[in-house]
């Protein structure tokens, strides 16, 4: 219980703001190098949905540089709770998926799923204490269900461990999008 309470009480702490920017920060830099070849072999008009997680990190990093100044916005607050939270779940449950068809889960596939964990948990704990308006957060659930379309219906989904996990990733992606966008509304206020 100290563990959890001392997790809760992270986004009260002004002097863990610069650390958690500065892993967010490398963390949204892996994550477009992760992607490199993919963004290379994609139009430039697709980019805006293509490298889902590291755009998610980078919004979630402004959303905490803002909070770290005194400022908040809303749009960025409502975008970065869904991706991170959407994201941060998916990865994991489509490598484990795939590690336990395969019968191998290797070292990228852990450190993938255990850093995306770990962007959920981030998110859920700000949201906890910086829950942006439902207004930004029904716009940020369409955005994210234009993405899930443009992900399975044109193929700019993350490269799939195997062309058999599509189905699957795109129930999860759609599922993710549900369930990020009830659990941000859940603590959302009604103010505009």
């Given at each position: 219980?100290?563990?959890?309470?001392?997790?809760?009480?992270?986004?009260?702490?002004?002097?863990?703001?610069?650390?958690?920017?500065?892993?967010?920060?490398?963390?949204?830099?892996?994550?477009?190098?992760?992607?490199r070849h993919q963004l290379q072999a994609t139009p430039w008009y697709y980019w805006p949905v293509v490298p889902d997680s590291p755009l998610a990190v980078?919004?979630?990093?402004?959303?905490?540089?803002?909070?770290?100044?005194?400022?908040?916005?809303?749009?960025?607050?409502?975008?970065?709770?869904?991706?991170?939270?959407?994201?941060?779940?998916?990865?994991?449950?489509?490598?484990?998926?795939?590690?336990?068809?395969?019968?191998?889960?290797?070292?990228?596939?852990?450190?993938?799923?255990?850093?995306?964990?770990?962007?959920?948990?981030?998110?859920?704990?700000?949201?906890?204490?910086?829950?942006?308006?439902?207004?930004?957060?029904?716009?940020?659930?369409?955005?994210?269900?234009?993405?899930?379309?443009?992900?399975?219906?044109?193929?700019?989904?993350?490269?799939?461990?195997?062309?058999?996990?599509?189905?699957?990733?795109?129930?999860?992606?759609?599922?993710?999008?549900?369930?990020?966008?009830?659990?941000?509304?859940?603590?959302?206020?009604?103010?505009?």
């Open positions: 219980m100290p563990l959890l309470k001392a997790l809760v009480e992270i986004p009260r702490h002004r002097s863990l703001f610069l650390p958690l920017i500065m892993v967010n920060i490398l963390g949204a830099v892996y994550g477009f190098y992760w992607y980078l919004l979630f990093t402004l959303v905490l540089v803002n909070i770290y100044r005194g400022r908040r916005n809303h749009w960025l607050e409502a975008f970065g709770y869904l991706a991170m939270l959407k994201y941060g779940l998916w990865t994991p449950l489509v490598l484990v998926q795939a590690g336990v068809a395969a019968g191998n889960f290797d070292f990228e596939s852990l450190h993938l799923s255990l850093s995306h964990l770990g962007m959920a948990l981030e998110a859920a704990l700000f949201l906890h204490h910086y829950p942006p308006p439902r207004y930004y957060v029904w716009r940020a659930f369409l955005w994210f269900l234009f993405n899930d379309y443009m992900d399975y219906f044109h193929a700019t989904h993350p490269t799939l461990p195997a062309p058999q996990f599509r189905t699957y990733a795109a129930v999860v992606a759609l599922g993710n999008t549900i369930l990020s966008h009830v659990v941000v509304l859940g603590f959302s206020n009604k103010q505009i």
